[in-house]
Every structure is written in structure tokens, then in C-alpha cells.
């Protein structure tokens, strides 16, 4: 079977990782090509689950499996900001690019694609930019009773009504306090004062504790796709 597709372009992607990066657009009308595929370092793809048969002839074309994703949905309900939940301001901008690199040292942007410490520089970048109000529209951060940091996510408005939790973390020393699950409840209200009924987040399928925060939280999964890259 041949793909029927297009690449689009990783502008952002490309000049931050200084490598020609694009993105497999599945519906294209053309069948996609060795031709089409040169002149790219890196071609991702992200392939629902069940569309095997388009698994298979990337396959063929050299694309490899990079990881799985699990996209939750969560409905908003009437819900109140919980204690400790503030909003990131530049001055919290130091210590949450230290906390987004360590967390996220691992991910998709790994060798043998990337280089070492891309990851964590590319989602040091994404949490500067969400407190910033680009790409994610804020930034809260979770603090304990004397002030200090304990996790912090990042929420954007999606122009179908709906919420998206772009990063979420708790940080070492505070793990197994509860702290995700605080997180989750201030997305939801997050959502509910914009009058948006619906919370999406995404998740690696390694990541076994995320899946099982956002079940615990109410989350139904909505879609599982695997990434690619060439």
C-alpha cells in the first residue's frame, strides 16, 4: 500500500533544533515519495492506533517508532481553584526552565534523531513561552504552604471550546504528595471560568503514573497514536 500524503514544514521545529524538520499530513491526495521525503534530517509522523495499514508503509519507507500516545478527555464540572494554585510571572521563568528541562530530559526528541539535552532545552523553551502567553496561553504553578514551587502546567484555549494541558510536572521532592491531582483540578477550573466544557492532555504510553492521574481524575481515553520519524 502506498501513503497518500503531504509534508508540512516544522518551521519553529527546524530552526530551533537547526535541522529541516517536517510533519506527515495523512490527508494529502498524493502518494508520498522517496523524492518528496529528501532535503528533511527529520520526517515525523503521528499515526492513529488503528490505522495499520499506514503503519506498515511508512515502515517501508524507513520510518521507525519512536513512541505511543494516549489523548485524554476529561468533562469540566463545577469546581473551585484549590489552595496553592497561583499563576507563573517572569521572575518564576529561571526556576520553571530548570524544572521543565530535568523532567522532560526524556521524550520524543531523542537520539538517534536528536541530539543529547534537546529535549530538556526544547521544553524549557515551551514553559518560558507558555508564562509568556505563546502557543499555551498560561502557566500556573502549585506551591506549598511557605511558598515554594511544587509543580506547574500549562493550559491553552482550543478554538472548538475546549481545553489542552500542554506540559504538566511535579517536581522530585514533591512527588506522591498529591500534587498532579491538584494541578488537574486547577486546570478544570481553569476551564470553567473561560466556560470551556471539555479538558484534553496527552501522555506518553511509558508513562504509567500520567495515565493513571488523569484515569483517576476522570479522563476517558479518546484516541492512542504512535509516533514516527524517518
Known amino acids: 500500500m502506498s501513503v497518500r ?10 530552526e530551533f533544533f537547526s535541522r529541516q524538520s517536517g510533519l506527515i499530513d495523512l490527508t494529502g491526495d498524493a502518494p508520498l515519495t522517496e523524492a518528496m521525503l529528501h532535503g528533511y534530517d527529520v520526517v515525523q509522523a503521528k ?3 488503528q490505522q495499520t495499514a499506514e503503519l506498515d508503509a511508512l515502515g517501508e519507507l524507513g520510518f521507525r517508532l519512536v513512541e505511543g500516545e494516549a489523548d485524554f478527555v476529561l468533562s469540566v464540572d463545577a469546581a473551585s481553584r484549590p489552595e496553592g ?6 521572575e518564576h521563568i529561571p526556576a520553571l526552565r530548570q524544572a521543565a528541562s530535568e523532567a522532560f530530559a526524556w521524550s520524543r526528541f531523542r537520539a538517534p534523531w536528536y541530539q543529547p539535552g534537546d529535549s530538556g532545552r526544547f521544553y524549557a523553551q515551551w514553559i518560558e513561552n507558555a508564562v509568556l502567553g505563546a502557543f499555551d496561553d498560561q502557566c500556573l504553578l502549585a506551591a506549598d504552604e511557605n511558598g515554594a514551587m511544587q509543580g506547574f502546567i500549562s493550559l491553552r484555549e482550543l478554538p472548538d471550546g475546549s481545553g489542552r494541558v500542554g506540559l ?3 517536581l522530585p521532592e514533591a512527588q506522591g504528595l ?3 491531582y491538584r494541578m488537574m483540578a486547577a486546570a478544570a477550573d481553569w476551564c470553567r471560568v473561560r466556560r470551556l466544557s471539555r479538558l484534553h492532555v496527552a501522555t506518553q504510553l511509558s508513562n504509567l503514573a500520567a495515565l ?4 483517576r481524575c476522570g479522563g476517558v481515553i479518546e484516541r492512542t497514536a504512535w509516533w514516527l520519524y524517518r
Open 5 to 14: 500524503a503531504t509534508i508540512k514544514p516544522l518551521i519553529w521545529e527546524s
Open 47 to 49: 499515526v492513529l492506533s
Open 85 to 90: 494554585i497561583r499563576i507563573a510571572r517572569a
Open 168 to 170: 504538566l510536572a511535579t
Open 178 to 180: 498529591g500534587v498532579g
Open 212 to 215: 493513571r492521574l488523569y484515569q
